[in-house]
């Protein structure tokens, strides 16, 4: 339980300091470019990993639902909005709405594995429900600018992906190891993403400069092979 809350502050701070380098990012490089290439080299870095441990191993028929979820949903629709989101609202802005997964996970949690909601976790919920009511507040919020409506949308959707992943992780009795299967959920998610961005990105243009090369290596070293693993 230790090693899982010391996991947990480290992809806090992981994550939370990615959205500015993501944003930055994206002035260089087409959304699903950018998504698909930091999964790719995730990827290639948890098998040269558990290679190196010995693991490797094919994955099991019995976890080809928790492979298709996680690396459909979660890494490939949801990394491609998150993206996306992130071209036309700010870093911050995105962070918050990315992570309202647990107003999602809540309910989903109570109808399909029949968890009860503690005093605590309703008033959690209330709050956070309160608290987006707040960011779209009409005083604020610019319901004119149509692009920021959709980029909002895909924030929210990418969150809403994440909790149904995270009851299917839960649900599922995992035959592999999560470290042996992340790698190739990640090579599912980015090659869907691949094709995806050769079909509306067309074939990417991008000039590895040192500021690139090095938010792609903490995206697909730090922010996906590490943090993504460490979140299962």
Not at 60 to 74: A, H, K, W
């Amino acid at each position: 339980e230790r090693q899982a809350y010391l996991l947990l502050m480290a992809i806090i701070l992981l994550w939370g300091a990615n959205w500015p380098i993501m944003k930055y990012g994206l002035q260089f490089i087409s959304p699903l470019w950018f998504a698909s290439i930091r999964l790719l080299l995730g990827s290639l870095c948890l098998f040269a990993l558990i290679s190196a441990r010995k693991e490797f191993s094919m994955p099991n028929t019995r976890d080809l639902p928790i492979l298709i979820s996680v690396g459909f949903l979660q890494l490939g629709l949801g990394l491609a909005f998150i993206h996306f989101g992130l071209t036309v609202v700010d870093a911050g802005r995105s962070a918050i709405l990315a992570y309202t997964t647990p107003l999602w996970v809540t309910p989903l949690a109570v109808i399909a594995l029949k968890e009860k909601i503690s005093m605590t976790k309703g008033c959690g919920l209330c709050i956070g429900i309160i608290g987006i009511a707040v960011l779209f507040n009409p005083n604020e919020f610019n319901f004119t600018n149509i692009k920021g409506l959709i980029g909002n949308g895909y924030l929210i959707l990418s969150a809403m992906l994440l909790a149904i992943v995270i009851i299917h992780v839960r649900y599922h009795k995992m035959k592999m190891r999560p470290l042996q299967l992340m790698p190739w959920q990640m090579l599912i998610g980015g090659k869907i993403l691949a094709i995806c961005a050769i079909y509306w990105e067309g074939t990417p243009d991008i000039e590895f400069t040192l500021p690139i090369t090095v938010i792609l290596a903490y995206n697909g070293i730090i922010a996906s092979a590490f943090c993504f693993w460490a979140y299962q």
